[in-house]
């Protein structure tokens, strides 16, 4: 079965942090490089960050570099992304998927619920 499942969104102020949550099914997860994606209001889905299965290299977006952290845990099919200094330009609804690194688009069509990540200034 395929599933991913987004946590850890909320409501945070200007310079606030948080950290996300995504579990995803051995079917996705496994042997795949994984990614964060967001869509804002009226906006189209957009590419945050990625990371590549095994040797774990990094890649993100100019607008979050520095400031947010992909991470994944292969043992529990689990792929994380720290968000610091966080603006309210990155207030989103918040996605995983498996990523082509050479484009940097998602695999696939399916899509997880999302979680809500909103920064009030």
């Known amino acids: 079965q395929v599933q991913l499942v987004e946590s850890g969104g909320g409501l945070v102020q200007t310079g606030g942090s948080l950290r996300l949550s995504c579990a995803a099914s051995g079917r996705i997860f496994s042997r795949n490089d994984m990614g964060w994606f967001r869509q804002a209001p009226g906006k189209e889905r957009e590419f945050v960050a990625a990371?590549?299965?095994?040797?774990?290299?990094?890649y993100y977006a100019d607008s979050v570099k520095g400031r947010f952290t992909i991470s994944r845990d292969n043992a529990k099919n689990t792929v994380y992304l720290q968000m610091n200094s966080l603006k309210p330009e990155d207030t989103a609804v918040y996605y995983c998927n498996a990523v082509y690194l050479a484009t940097m688009m998602p695999v696939g069509g399916y899509w997880g619920q999302g979680t809500q990540v909103t920064v009030s200034s």
């Open positions: 990371i590549r299965w095994g040797r774990n290299s990094t």
